[in-house]
């Protein structure tokens, strides 16, 4: 039993090893690394890559959920408004902190469109805490308005405004904070429009 769990043990180290010349590959190599550029950051040969990940997409995929578990810890998710706008800062802190991982996901979620299950349950969850905060905005509207939030405070938001908009990362937090506080009058008009339509149903 000891030798198997040190068998995995050093398994799962070799698999972190991977990973960390992953993101190596990324910053020499941009979005186009290959699994060969992965074994020679790593000093082995490419076989030995595949034997821990079927696929560069397989690899990457274990890098979301490892860069998932690390932003887990950083980052309660926030149930109000206000508190997506108090937590924006420790969010954005957390990608400049880890800026090579959080630029190599955002762009294979803009060039695959897939996103991590985590993310996915995230995304879910925004819209149905603007249903309760604001019960008469149509769900429609309230989607709407949590994949536009989401799509500039998330990671790939991040990416855009620090890379293709050059801003620093304090001033990505203040174009976060500014959409957030210009979603919350917009709630506030559709909540009111909503209770106005129903009054007179």
Known sequence: MATQSMTERRAQAAKEALL????????????????????????????????YFSSREDLIAALAARSEVDLDRALRVPDTIDGLREALSVLFSHFESHAEITHLLALNTLITGETTEASARR??????????????????????IAALLRSTIGGVGWHVLTTVNRLSGAEAVIAGQHLIDAVMPLLGRLEEEGKSSWTQS
């Not at 960390?20 to 060969?36: H, N, S």
């Not at 149905?128 to 769900?139: D, E, G, K, N, S």
Request: net charge negative; proline share 4%.
């Open 123 to 144: 995304n879910e969850r925004v819209p149905r805490w603007i249903r309760a905060t604001y019960p008469h905005v149509a769900h429609d509207d309230a989607v709407a």
């Open 20 to 51: 960390d010349a992953a993101i190596e590959a990324f910053g020499d190599r941009g979005i186009g690394f290959t699994m060969q550029d992965i074994a020679d950051r790593a000093g082995v040969t490419h076989r030995t890559v595949y034997r």
